[in-house]
């Protein structure tokens, strides 16, 4: 009687120390093994068949269990005592080989987990431009030969800036690197290993301190302009959070706000939380306009697309009012609050963290997120006393 069960390898570990999960086949006393694409870390990460001591252990164990699954649906339609081991793996092999996952597949699960319907519709242009010019080509197949051709397309066919092309660019590695961490892939080298990511034209969008404070201090008694300088100051008083991230914050009963950043979400595999204190300049407008459920409630049965462009004309509208002369928008209380802490002399990477970048000193700051917490409060009172 031949008997499936998922096992690992020691003697198979691979350079970098991790482990290919595998199913075993034993069959008159000979065992063969079918390599899955799923990999963990350490041997201490399997435990009794299944995978533990990992945020994704359960994902990975439901998608092991439905190819074990699969294997067994396979293997009772035979008589087992007909083949041998190495028959038996050849069989179940063919017969659960199932198609590739392609590059649409893994951009649509993505797209799937994104709010806002414009950034759906801009990873759908991405999608879109990569299977005109490429192809829906199954995920192991993409190269950074590819990405690179992709690139060179993106500017020849389209005439695109470079600041277009690094935004495509990076949400195609957001198709494909999610798909890597939950083991759908696996790549001998990185497709993305050898790609220069041109570099985005700067956006001068930032405010100067004065111009920050006409807009705090605007008398102002319509509502959509109360609201919107409210919301501005906001996000600069809480390091330019975004405004999704802003109105999905429960607020009620904290004095600190800990987040991801909807943008970032499925990107990157550390530096993803944000922890800052609420300074009392962020307190005085959340209890203002804080709901019952806690979240920020403005009263608009707006969907949030629409509200986000109400917002937006609002600011504009505002910063008019009080004679700014420029083009200022909801994300310029982010490019402001980075630009006065830079001038105040703060250090790049506790900016970085306060905004929600990866820290580039080549460590994560998952572990030190108290240290990088208090580090982030100090350089937001330096900023916020400055507009005193």
Known sequence: MATL????????????????????????????????????????????GRIVGRPDAGLLNRKL?????????????????????????????KSTKAKAFSISQAAEEHIAKKKKKNTQDSYRRTLRYFVKYIGDVPLEMITSQMISEFDRLLEEKRGMSST????????????????????????????????????????????????????????????????????????????????????????????????????????????????LTI???????????????????????????????YVTAQIRRLAKRVGIDKRVVYYSARKSVVQHGYDLGIRTKILEYSIGHSVKDGRSIFNYLRFMRSHADNAMRMILDNLK
């Open 5 to 48: 069960k998922l096992v690992i390898l020691p003697t198979k570990i691979l350079k970098d120390g991790t482990h290919k999960i595998r199913v075993a086949i034993s069959h008159n006393q000979k065992t063969s093994y079918i390599v899955q694409n799923v990999i963990i870390d350490s041997e201490s990460q399997f435990k009794d």
């Open 65 to 93: 269990r439905v190819k074990l699954n699969e294997y067994q649906d396979a293997l009772d339609k035979v008589d087992a005592d007909s083949y041998t081991v190495s028959q038996l793996k050849q069989y179940l092999e």
């Open 164 to 275: 277009s092309r690094a935004i495509h660019l990076r949400q195609l590695k957001a198709f494909i690197v999610p798909q890597i961490k939950y083991g759908n892939v696996t790549y001998r080298v990185a497709p993305f290993v050898d790609v220069v990511i041109p570099e985005s034209r700067e956006r001068v969008l930032d405010i100067t301190v004065e111009e920050f404070k006409l807009i705090r201090d605007a008398d102002v008694k319509e509502k959509h302009f109360r609201v919107a300088r409210d919301l501005f100051c906001l996000s600069y008083y809480l390091a330019g959070i975004n405004l999704i991230d802003l109105m999905d914050i429960n607020f009620k009963d904290k004095d600190v706000i800990e987040y991801i950043r909807e943008k970032s979400r499925d990107t990157k595999r550390s530096d993803k939380i944000i922890s």
């Open 279 to 309: 300074q009392p300049e962020a307190k005085e407008i959340i209890d203002r306009w804080m709901g019952r459920n806690g979240k920020l409630d403005f009263g608009y049965n707006y969907t949030y697309d629409n509200f986000r462009k």
